[in-house]
């Protein structure tokens, strides 16, 4: 008989950049401010693209749409970071371990596929450029943009999923980096 080790574990250790005291202001500064220019250049891509109607074209729809996807991308991780860097704590949930996988990878995976989406579209538009209105018309792009968003639910269902059903132990260094 094997014997296996079942003893649930409710948090996780999160590791740092540095245990340096003094160095944890400028960290958190820093990335304070790299989070704060991220979600305001993201914010006026998506601004500038629903105001000016010159812009209303498939690839600054997927434009806008990735601007999203990657706002929400680093607002998944580094609200916790800074909190972490300022709180001096470094434990997460289990619950929450999970939440933030869940959109970590919902958001990178929607990244990737309007990368694609895009590379698409750019494909038309060199290849068949007199046919571009007609094969991209809104409803097409709709249904694309659509696509990317359930690809990405079911994907990161699908693997948070399959990280729920792992064991893990009570051993306190093992540790997540974030």
Known sequence: MELNNNTWTSEFLLLGFSEEPRLQPVFFWLFLSMYLTMIIGNLLIILATISDSYLHTPMYLFLS???????????TTMPKMLENMQTQSKIISYAGCITQIQFFILFASLGNFLLAVMVYDLFVV?????????IMNPCFCGLMAVSTWIMSVLHALLQSLMVLRLTFCEDRNATLFL
């Open 65 to 75: 749409n990735l601007s999203f996807a990657d706002r929400c991308l680093t607002s």
């Open 126 to 134: 060199i290849c068949h450029p007199l046919h571009y209105t007609a």
